[in-house]
């Protein structure tokens, strides 16, 4: 895939963290509108859904954690970021986006909100494209980065 068509919005994609605020709101809101479901498929959902938030909650914390200084809201590498290649990111690329797609799915079930499910849906195909052009940065910026990106999956471990 050709990523080159993916904007930078902003000098440090100050663009692409406003987006993605707006779509936590729409997760946040449609799972307060209430259940579309309910009996034993809504007693499945919540148990799953709540297994979701933690799973998520757990990766996305960890993910925040072992990127130590390389930390930044924006998408844009800082100056001088290494690369960072044990803990989450031994799992996975992108631990942060993917436990936020987790814990938004897992929001979604436990709220039974179709509304929610559909937001994580879109937060998945966001935080797809998004990382796609960090990792135009990453590979711009950070000695190691291509090789591995090659060795990793992108956002959800051992699935994508």
């Avoid at 925040?64 to 690369?83: A, E, Q, S």
Wanted: aromatic content about 10%; cysteine-free; proline content about 6%.
């Amino acid at each position: 895939m050709d990523e080159r068509w993916l904007p930078d919005l902003g000098p440090r994609g100050e663009g692409w963290v406003a987006i993605q605020a707006v779509i936590f709101v729409v997760i946040a809101l449609g799972g307060l509108a209430g259940p579309a479901w309910d009996g034993s498929a809504r007693a499945v959902t919540t148990v799953v859904g709540v297994a979701g938030l933690i799973a998520g909650n757990a990766l996305a914390v960890r993910g925040f954690l072992d990127l130590g200084p390389n930390l930044t809201p924006l998408p844009r590498p800082r100056v001088g970021t290494r690369l960072v290649e044990d803990g989450a990111y031994g799992l996975v690329r992108h631990p942060i986006y993917g436990g936020l797609i987790i814990g938004a799915t897992g929001w979604g079930l436990l709220t039974a909100s179709p509304a929610s499910l559909a937001g994580a849906a879109i937060l998945f195909a966001f935080f797809d494209a998004k990382s796609r052009r960090e990792e135009m940065w990453l590979r711009e910026a950070v000695d190691g980065y291509a090789g591995y990106s090659r060795q990793r999956r992108r956002l959800i471990p051992f699935v994508y």
